[in-house]
């Protein structure tokens, strides 16, 4: 059977630019970076992940060709269920999972691709692949109720971002994703223990699911995620 995701390795340049792009972008991910890799800190970038490249290349291969072997076994039952979630058809034919270097998942809107780290195992990287592609027809529904939202407005760290990273977990874990995969999926860290009027934002959106189809829920917890972050950033003020 064809696949829709198509692992690959990642070439030399898309892998520094990944580096790149994450150690440029706060303290936050730099330090998740060093923490991972000590000796990137004192070492020239294209160095080390070239030298990442020519000593780790063999290995990924054997990690690429299992993921897809297992990932084939899985796509049709979970992308299916996808649809059903959202009221929304897959469209995309194909889609390009890069088994990368980079101890972070990445997913790229605009070239419509993912990036998974080669430290996870099997179980773990098919964990991520459906959080990742849930992300994109995610998206597509939202680009159906709200078809002014630019693609830079999907991503880290807009409220649209913000609210699809706490909706996936909720969303999946109410649906029989969870049980093809076997697995779990948690709420995103960085919201776990968010408060807006005293409230979790996390139960509360899960409430909001919960008593409300797949569009009135978007356009209700937008709201409410709207009114969060102009809080939070009026404290920050």
């Known amino acids: 059977m064809n696949s829709r995701v198509i692992y690959e390795i990642p070439d030399l340049e898309k892998q520094i630019s990944l580096f790149e792009y994450f150690l440029g972008l706060n303290e936050k991910f730099r330090n998740s970076l060093y923490i991972e890799y ?3 800190k004192d070492n020239d ?3 080390f992940v070239r ?3 020519q000593t780790k290349k063999n290995e990924v291969v054997s990690i690429k060709e299992d993921a897809q072997e297992n990932w084939v076994d899985v796509e049709e039952k979970v992308l ?3 649809s059903k979630i959202l009221q929304k058809e897959w469209k995309l034919e194909s889609i390009p999972g890069g088994i990368s270097f980079l101890p972070l998942s990445t997913r790229d809107l605009k070239e419509k691709r993912f990036d998974v780290y080669f430290k996870k195992d099997i179980p773990s990287i098919l964990k991520t692949t459906t959080h990742e592609l849930f992300h994109f027809i995610y998206f597509d529904k939202w680009k159906d109720i709200f078809s002014d939202t630019s693609t830079e407005k999907m991503d880290y760290p807009n409220p649209t971002w913000a609210l699809s990273e706490i909706a996936l977990p909720i969303i999946l874990n109410n649906s029989k994703v969870k049980d093809i995969l076997g697995m779990e999926f948690k ?3 960085m919201f776990e223990n968010e ?3 005293g ?3 996390v139960l509360h959106i899960q409430k909001i699911y919960g008593e409300n189809g797949v569009e009135d829920f ?7 995620i709207l009114k969060y972050y102009e809080s939070r950033n009026s404290c920050n003020e």
């Open 51 to 53: 030298s990442l490249y």
């Open 38 to 40: 000590p000796d990137l």
């Open 45 to 47: 970038l294209n160095e």
């Open 187 to 189: 709420d995103y860290p």
């Open 199 to 201: 409230e979790s934002i």
């Open 80 to 82: 299916g269920e996808f």
């Open 218 to 224: 978007l356009k209700e917890s937008y709201e409410y």
């Open 195 to 197: 408060k807006y009027d």
